[in-house]
């Protein structure tokens, strides 16, 4: 991998950088989106490629259940598989495991999980994580980690230790597999919402430096409070060393992305913008639009005049994605293109944002901007944007 | 205008032909034989818009009015026009004027459903919310309004359980012919073409009667209603033929092929005969080699790409022949022997699935001013594969579709395009194209499964049988059936307990 940062904030601790891997270049930040398994719902890979968008997201998990790695290898690796010119990323299977399956348990080992096929115990070791991801081919691929989001208590500690072990052991199988060159490993910073733990894990994983092309940082997103959200954020992209990219994990509501290039984080990446659209919300920078409420059914105007996705530069009237959405898929993929082109923009042009929820301007204010200042928009306590649930809102 | 290039036996008037229908300068040519695509709620199933545009073999979009009965007024009859005087069809569905040719009818024309009875006043619809009546005024009113290129003449169809009596049928005609009088009256010069479905069922007799009625010399009050024109006939461009509505009144020893010529007889031979619902290629060919007809619509290729099937057939057929076995129209691509064919759709495919990225590097959108174009990457124009398609359809991804419907548009339009090179005599006797229409019904096996008298033969059939398994299996309303199946579990263990603890307690 080649990164190399090219300009910072003057103010803030955003920065730009490009980042070249084996297939193709991406500039940071940027964020990415879901393609669960193997395509981005409804979408196909030259379209995605229209959107300006260079890097995306496979799951392993879903990947390894199907269509399964003796059919990526004889592919050729899920970029050929699916016909993806950019880069791509794989997450761990992880995460997956934890959040989709009832019966999996943490061990030493690995994650231990029935098989969703014949029930059968099947284990997820780092080794094995990394194996399936050399498979896969992604340029990015993550270390398995002790999943954090879920846990309280005692179990917090022994996950970010593990997830030290487990580097530990993904490094070493990365390493002798001879794939170094084409795909990065990065590490999960774990330790949960204690600055101490965290504090610990990073060093730790500093220390590993020299073997990891990159870092992120895991156990967020788990419906924290946005204050403890954004501290923990701050506190690792601090720590974390300039010549790496850094990757803030499941993160994609606009204010969190804002925030969150803001406090230096280059990468991020959630399901959010493409499930959202299937439920018939359409995300503006002056917040969701619910095209299925029936206020909207005779709303001409396009979502957004200003964006440049092909969805708006067509015209498509919010009456018209009233009329389809849920009825046909074609409206679910109109506002997917349009949701990925906003929240790439979200990461760029973040200061046309209109309404400002109170964290967000704490969370600016530590890295020195003030979002008040000489300005005059409405700030809202609470988590932030306002959502449209019925035609009475 | 339409205007026939080629016709291969001009003492017949059912003879195969071909023709170039240009509606004004700047608008799409349409080649025929041809095809029309289908759309669903104003869209074409599985396409965003910017799918529309790289489907080059989408041309022709027919639009079918009744789903947006749902508000009323309508939603499309509400937009206001912004640019001097753009249709307000193309403006609401996104689609430029100048690419694409746009025709609306009141009912989908593939809906077979029973139906409450049409009256002498209204005809009825059927949107989301339920049936809508439809007056001849009101159906006026919205081709008035939304301005389609090509507009269907309100025709009063049945769709109550057949058999019809005689005196049905002949009000079907009267009121028909009735309405279109109405409709030509109603709309001015420069205001869409008219295109009039054909009525008279599946009675031979009727259909000519109505064809005779279109050529009547109008007189008295009707002749100053639809003045300068003197017979209904004169103001319409093309006739329509729905297949399915004939299909449910046909009786089994009957051909679709002599109630098309039955109504067409009489009829002048310069106008466009179009054809909606046709069951695929081998109907069409026969339509097209007994009956003349010159546009199809593509529900059946569009509905093959609903259940998985990506179309393979040319025209005229390029396999060798001698074959015992007859060939698949196409992939049933949920079949597990494509689970490691890393081959394409189809050789020398030009659609967006087979020839992918045909955009050019500068179109695609750039976040900020440093994003490099992307000029250096490895595997361009690589092909989506068998394997992926399958993959996509067990995984219950909407991009399967997406990609099916792009190509098998494709594989249409390039079979209409051979066709109107054998007929077009392109190096061939006249004979050519009748000898290649049997070689092609030798070859390949003929979706017959809707007619029930196949309904398990073929690959379309094995598709749709797999393709409900898996929205079963993945679907809407998965979750409720998971929880139903566990519930039901429970209630097996339960029951199972109390079974054994009434037999001697061992489970204490």
Known sequence: ?393 | MFSLTSTIDSSSIFSPRTAELLLRTGKPKISTPGILTCTSRGIVPHLSNDNVKRTRAIRWVHVSFESFLEHSPPIPTLLQPQHGDKPRLNSFLGLDENDYLLSMSLRDPSDGREMPANTNTYVTANCIRGVRRVTPHDWQEYVRSLKPDIAFSLSDIPFTPPSYSQKRITKSIERSALWLQGLLGALSASSPMLFVQMAGGASIPARKAFSDSLLEVVHGKDADAIHPMKSLDEGVAGYVFDLVPLRLALAPDESICTLLQASLRPLPRTKPRLVTSACGPHEMLRLIRDVGVDLFDTQWAQRAADVGVALDFGFPVAIAGGQQQLHDLGYNLYDDKYRRDFTSLGIGCTCPSCSPYSIPADEIIRHSSIDAPSTTLAGAHQPYTKAYLHHLLHTHEMSAHTLLVMHNMTVMERFFEGVRDVIGGAGGSKDDFVMHVSKFIETYAEDDSESNSNPEGNVLAAARKAWREVELLRGKGRLSREAEKTNQANEMLVKEMDEKGAEGGVLD
């Open chain 1, 1 to 393: 991998m080649e990164f190399t940062p090219i300009a910072k904030c003057s103010v803030t601790n955003a920065r730009v950088a490009r980042m070249v891997l084996a297939h193709a270049e991406t500039t940071l930040p940027t964020f990415m989106p879901v393609a669960t398994q193997a395509a981005i719902k409804g979408l196909t890979a030259e379209q995605v490629e229209s959107l300006g968008v260079t890097l995306i997201l496979n799951n392993t998990y879903h990947l390894s259940l199907r269509p399964g790695v003796d059919i990526l290898k004889e592919a050729g690796g899920a970029h050929k598989f699916e016909g993806w010119r950019h880069n791509m990323l794989t997450d761990s299977g992880g995460f997956q495991l934890v959040s989709l399956s009832k019966f999996t348990t943490i061990t030493e080992e690995g994650a231990l999980f029935s098989s969703p096929f014949d029930g059968e115990p099947t284990m997820l070791t780092p080794e094995e994580s990394i194996s399936i991801q050399h498979a896969i081919g992604a340029d990015i691929i993550m270390q398995l980690d002790d999943v954090g989001n879920l846990l309280q208590g005692p179990r917090v500690q022994e996950a970010m230790e593990r997830s030290i072990r487990w580097l530990d052991r993904c490094i070493q199988h990365h390493e002798s597999s001879g794939n170094k060159d084409k795909q990065n490993l990065f590490a999960i910073v774990q330790g949960g919402l204690d600055p101490n733990l965290r504090d610990e894990c990073l060093d730790a994983m500093l220390e590993r430096k020299d073997r990891v092309a990159g870092y992120a940082i895991g156990g967020l997103s788990g419906g924290e409070e946005k204050d403890v959200f954004w501290k923990i954020i701050k506190q690792c992209a601090d720590k974390l060393p300039e010549d790496r990219p850094r990757y803030a994990m499941g993160i994609g509501f606009a204010e969190d992305l804002l925030v969150c290039v803001a406090l230096g984080i280059d990468m991020a990446d959630c399901v959010f913008p493409t499930r959202t659209a299937r439920f018939g919300v359409a995300l503006t920078h002056t917040g969701p639009l619910n095209l299925r409420l029936t206020k909207h059914a005779k709303d001409f105007n396009p979502i957004d005049k200003a964006c440049p996705c092909p969805t708006c530069r067509d015209g498509t009237s919010r009456a018209f994605i009233n009329h389809i959405i849920t009825h046909e898929t074609a409206a679910a993929h109109a506002l997917t293109i349009h949701n990925i082109i906003i929240s790439a923009h979200f990461l760029l042009d973040t200061l046309e944002i209109v309404v400002y929820p109170e964290w967000c301007v704490n969370a600016l204010r530590s890295v020195g901007v003030d979002l008040l200042e000489n300005m005059d928009v409405p700030v809202v306590p609470g988590g932030g944007a306002k959502w449209e649930y019925s035609d009475a809102a």
